[in-house]
């Protein structure tokens, strides 16, 4: 039996979700060697700025095409939208060749977020691999923002080098104020690396949680995805306790292409942000 | 620090949890207590496999030297972990360097007197054996995923 489909939160419902806004570039800034951000501000200054962390944007820089993307920024920064992403096909090329004052289309916001509501008052256990940590950054952001709300904040973040790590500054300084347990890991370092090297999945049994009661956000490559899980179930967090996200290929955004789809699930409307056990059954099928 | 008072922090480590107490009393006397300071080489590829150590405190880095990159960390090991199984397999020589990265406490086994008391008592032996194979079998999963090279861009 197909399972039940939830709601689709979303910030704003745009009126014609297949027209897309005209923003205007306002900045772009490199984050490693290959990831990069970009800012980018409404030409319509009444456009509806609000969205939930984990929600995407389609975007479509004119002549080349269009590309699902993350909305990665703190969310109480309400005067622009930002993108982070690395190069790895024509869109995020072109969205590299961009410069400030250039324009592009954007649909959205779209899809699920994070269960930042459901996590008030438990221990919060987020699992980021990679680019993914840009997914993860705007619920980060919320939750340190309004920290007295949560118990125990942990972020196990695995990168391939130190060099690769995403906001480690921000990420540190929080460590510091006592904020957030950080355990970052990289899969190779130089000596002047001090911290973790080998897999993120091998750092989850230390973190200090409330099996029982803790949430986890997981966002990364899928297959860290995966071995995470297996390790959160093995440390006593039920399914129902995990929020994964998922990556496909989202086309229309709204629905209605289907390219997204998974099982019974389209990715862009039921997700991308799923707890994880209705879609368990589903992430170890090579089709469906 | 003398072997009486090693016994309980060896059986207290997550190594050895859940076994026979009588097993760790025949291996307490191939233990000492040791204590490493950052920088302190453990061991260096190539040299005699002699020494086992279950990690009390702080991070030791497995690493290996590549021509023209210098060294490179391959795996962290932790508090509550253990550095090496060379000791317990033929040709009996290190595949890696090890160097603390910040300080350790640790127990460290003589290699030999561990091999000669699994030799003597099979039960220690296969004991030994299942438990040093759970570390490899984490090690070898863990590389396979490194290998994959999961947040790389075509992942």
């Known amino acids: ?288 | 620090m003398n072997t009486q008072t090693l016994e309980p922090i060896i059986r207290g480590h997550p190594f050895f949890d859940g076994v026979n107490p009588a097993l760790i009393g025949l291996i307490v006397g191939c233990a000492r207590n040791a204590r490493f300071e950052e920088g302190h080489i453990l061991f260096r590829e190539g040299d005699p496999a002699d020494s086992f150590y279950l990690i009390r405190d702080g991070r030791v880095a497995v690493e290996a030297m590549i021509p023209q990159r210098g060294y490179t960390t391959v795996q962290t090991i932790n508090a509550g972990e253990v550095v090496g199984w060379s000791w317990l397999l033929p040709p009996f020589k290190w595949h890696y360097d090890a160097r603390v990265i910040k300080p350790v406490r640790a127990v460290v086994f003589d290699g030999k007197c561990l091999r000669e008391q699994c030799e003597k008592n099979h039960d220690l032996g296969y004991e030994m054996l299942k438990r040093i194979s759970q570390v490899i079998a984490g090690r070898l999963e863990a590389t396979r995923l490194q290998l994959l090279d999961v947040y790389g861009a075509n992942a």
């Open chain 1, 1 to 288: 039996m197909a399972p039940m489909l939830e709601t689709v939160p979303t910030a704003a419902v745009q009126p014609e979700p297949m027209l897309p806004e005209l923003f205007r570039v306002q900045r772009l800034r490199q984050d490693s060697h290959d990831t990069f951000a970009i800012e980018l501000v409404p030409l319509n200054p009444a456009f509806p700025m609000a969205f939930v962390p984990g929600q995407f944007v389609m975007a479509w820089v004119m002549g080349v095409g269009e590309a699902p993307f993350t909305l990665s920024h703190d969310p109480a920064e309400t005067g622009h939208w930002e993108l982070s992403t690395r190069v790895v096909g024509n869109v995020t090329r072109a969205l590299r060749q961009l410069k400030e004052g250039d324009i592009v289309g954007l649909r959205g916001p779209l899809g699920t977020g994070w269960p930042l509501e459901q996590a008030v008052g438990r221990d919060v256990v987020l699992v980021a691999g990679g680019v993914g940590m840009s997914q993860l950054w705007p619920a980060l952001c919320v939750l340190m923002r309004q920290r007295k709300n949560y118990e125990r904040v942990s972020l196990v973040y695995g990168a391939r080098t130190p060099e690769d790590l995403l906001y480690y500054t921000q990420l540190r300084q929080w460590k510091e104020a006592g904020l957030l347990e950080l355990y970052c890991t990289v899969d190779r370092a130089t000596r002047a690396w001090k911290g973790h090297v080998g897999v993120l999945s091998t750092l989850i049994p230390r973190l200090p949680c409330d099996s029982a009661s803790a949430l986890a956000m997981v966002c990364g490559p899928e297959v860290m995805t995966r071995f995470a899980l297996y390790e959160l179930g093995a440390r006593g967090l039920a399914p129902e306790q995990i929020y994964i996200y998922l990556q496909r290929n989202m086309q229309c955004g709204i629905g209605l292409c289907g390219h997204c789809q998974l099982g019974p699930f389209f990715v862009c409307t039921h997700g991308p942000v799923f707890r994880y056990d209705r879609v368990q059954s589903l992430l170890t099928k090579p089709e469906v």
